[in-house]
């Protein structure tokens, strides 16, 4: 049973670029939860993805956006880069169940540095 | 007032100890309550969800959840440097349309020493 992936492993980018991160669900999941984990700090919602749809988001400005694919995949967009977004982004899969969210499973990962 | 608060640590406890971590949230509507396990450079792993009053055991861990005192804890009984990590409480905040998001205390630190 594959478990969340994430690509790139890590990234390197300048101020002002842009950047896309990928998210492939676990196997049976259809919700997408997107994080941003600072050193020494807990992971920050940033927004979740349910049936192709932005259903709930963090406090996050424009800059960051996303996107689910029919096969419940997702994609982080982040635009015009501050060194400040130099962070892990932690993609979560769950279930979408009618209280909410069921228990969010992480992938491993996207390191970004903004240099 | 922080959503989700724990104790940064470090708490450092000897091999074979019982190791007690504490987490406090805000929202009283909280109806579910996770502690995920992170070791440096990698990313959170689950170790208990708790829905209801009371406790919760598995294995060498136990979580112990007290909604009307808005707490949260995690007992790690013979604890192994193994176990050296930090530790995350997160508590799922419902929003619109049954929505959810986990709200994550900043960590506590813990370091268990051979």
């Known amino acids: 049973d594959a478990g969340v992936t994430q690509s790139p492993t890590h990234l390197i980018k300048t101020r002002g670029q842009q950047v896309t991160l990928r998210c492939s669900p676990k196997?049976?999941?259809?919700?997408v939860s997107w994080y941003q984990q600072a050193l020494g700090q807990g992971p920050q919602f940033i927004f979740q993805?349910?049936?192709?749809?932005?259903?709930q988001r963090g406090n996050f400005p424009d800059r960051f956006s996303g996107h689910q694919f029919p096969n419940y995949s997702s994609e982080l967009n982040v635009n015009a880069l501050l060194l400040g977004d130099s962070a892990l982004y932690l993609c979560?899969?769950?279930?979408?169940?009618?209280?909410?969210?069921?228990?969010?499973?992480f992938g491993p990962g996207t390191r970004l540095t903004v240099l | 007032q922080k959503e989700v608060e724990q104790n940064s640590g470090p708490l450092s406890v000897p091999e074979g100890a019982i190791a007690s971590l504490n987490c406090t949230y805000s929202?009283?509507?909280?109806?579910?309550f996770f502690w995920y396990r992170q070791y440096s450079g990698k990313s959170p792993e689950l170790i208990m969800s708790?829905?209801?009053?009371g406790d919760k055991e598995d294995g060498r861990f136990t979580a112990q959840l007290n909604k009307a005192s808005q707490y949260v804890s995690l007992l790690i009984r013979d604890s192994q440097p193994s176990d050296s990590a930090t530790y995350l409480c997160a508590v799922n905040i419902l929003g619109s349309s049954n929505t959810g998001k986990l709200i994550f205390g900043q960590g506590t630190t813990l370091q268990v020493k051979p």
């Open positions: 708790i829905y209801s009053n």
């Open positions: 929202d009283r509507g909280s109806q579910s």
């Open positions: 993805y349910y049936e192709e749809e932005e259903r």
């Open positions: 196997s049976g999941h259809d919700t």
């Open positions: 979560a899969s769950s279930w979408w169940w009618t209280y909410g969210v069921d228990t969010q499973y």
